[in-house]
């Protein structure tokens, strides 16, 4: 175990808002074992930014970490050439271009039909209603899983989500994620042969067309999922939130002088979707004056980053004319995310300004509870509009 210094925290109050905690780590011991969480947790943005790269010490090989025993060996779990092999044979589906030409057009029309059903109701939960079928169907193209409900794909994704957090070893939560990958092993066998037949733009056609090992492509279909589904889902439904409650910031992008992609970049920096990244120590080595033994447990935290006062003044405001430059909500390094520029298209160029054009009046109908400090986003949000 390394010789950090040791901050102790109640797990309940951690899930309800991690910040608090974060704030006083960074101000007290930015370095820090957390007992209740069997890690030592890297809270600046600096230290973060540049050891995440590190690669030779805090390694993503983790073979006992839960990703891995719960998802498979997939990219993320993996450093050096073989995580660039499977990242540079990914990358055809997630590109820059690919996002624009196709992708983008195809996100549009699905939002664009959701919108349609939505409209007359006058009211809904945006994130049960809109922001999860949105981040859904989008995902499903992505992945080549258009076999699987929208619906499955959240109860999928959240499932291991959830068994992927699961620090304290519940073991419904453990069996539930277990059931959600066969789950997605037995659409990934369906549509098998329907892209061999037609090979097409998504993850999984293009590791199959690439020939990467069958248990390597199922298992980053699983990693794209756990990624793609609830962050892009908690980061529409909070985006919309925040502006919602922020009507002087929305105003801004109204009037021209700000646009929704400052929002979500704000967004992302204020309420991190991805709260952190583990790593496994891979050798000994003394790092921040904290001496760390291998098989040590790390967590960097990108939320903490993105609230790191020697980077941005008044951290817990959301203000989207802010310079974001320094926020690293997608991470940093080789495993910076793959899947970011759909991200970005997606929510800034999508789904959030055809939800506002489309629904005039909305605003927020209810209490919006936020959960979660490894994935974080709100679980409910009720909101209404002139129908």
Not at 140 to 155: H, I, Q, S
């Amino acid at each position: 175990m390394s010789d950090a210094p040791v901050t102790h925290i109640d797990p309940a109050d951690f899930t309800a808002d991690p910040y608090p905690a974060l704030a006083r780590m960074r101000a007290e011991a930015p370095v820090t074992f957390v007992p209740e969480l069997g890690a030592t947790l890297f809270t600046l943005r600096d230290d973060i930014f540049h050891q995440e790269k590190q690669v030779e010490t805090f390694s993503s090989c983790q073979p006992q970490g839960l990703m891995t025993i719960l998802m498979g060996e997939n990219m993320m779990r993996k450093d050096g050439a073989a995580h660039a092999r499977e990242r540079k044979i990914l990358f055809p589906a997630l590109s820059p271009r690919t996002v624009r030409d196709t992708w983008t057009p195809l996100f549009r029309a699905k939002t664009q039909d959701i919108l349609k059903v939505l409209k007359s109701k006058g009211k809904c939960d945006l994130v049960r209603d809109y922001a999860m079928p949105v981040s859904a169907e989008a995902l499903k193209l992505v992945t080549g899983l258009t076999n699987m409900p929208a619906e499955e794909l959240d109860r999928v994704s959240q499932g291991m989500i959830d068994g992927c957090a699961n620090y304290t070893g519940d073991p419904g939560i453990e069996a539930n994620c277990h059931d959600c990958t066969a789950s997605i092993d037995r659409h990934i066998t369906e549509m098998m042969p329907q892209l061999r037949a037609r090979p097409d733009m998504s993850a999984l056609s293009v590791q199959m067309q690439a020939g990467l090992e069958e248990p390597a492509t199922r298992s980053n279909i699983k990693l794209i999922i756990s990624g793609g589904q609830n962050e892009p889902r908690d980061a529409i439904a909070g985006a919309a939130w925040a502006l919602m409650t922020h009507p002087d910031q929305h105003a801004l992008i109204r009037q021209g002088s700000a646009s929704y992609t400052q929002a979500f970049a704000e967004y992302a920096r204020w309420i991190s979707p991805i709260g952190m990244s583990p790593r496994r120590v891979a050798r000994q080595d003394t790092v921040c004056g904290v001496t760390f033994d291998p098989e040590d447990r790390v967590f960097f935290m990108f939320s903490s980053a993105g609230h790191d006062e020697q980077h941005f003044d008044n951290p817990q405001v959301f203000d989207i004319t802010r310079d974001n430059g320094p926020a690293i909500p997608f991470g940093a390094g080789p495993h910076f995310c793959g899947g970011a520029a759909v991200a970005r298209a997606l929510i800034a160029e999508v789904a959030l300004p055809t939800l506002f054009d489309a629904l005039p009046g909305l605003h927020i109908d209810g209490p919006v509870p936020f959960s979660g400090w490894a994935f974080r986003g709100p679980t409910a949000m009720p909101v209404a509009w002139t129908a």
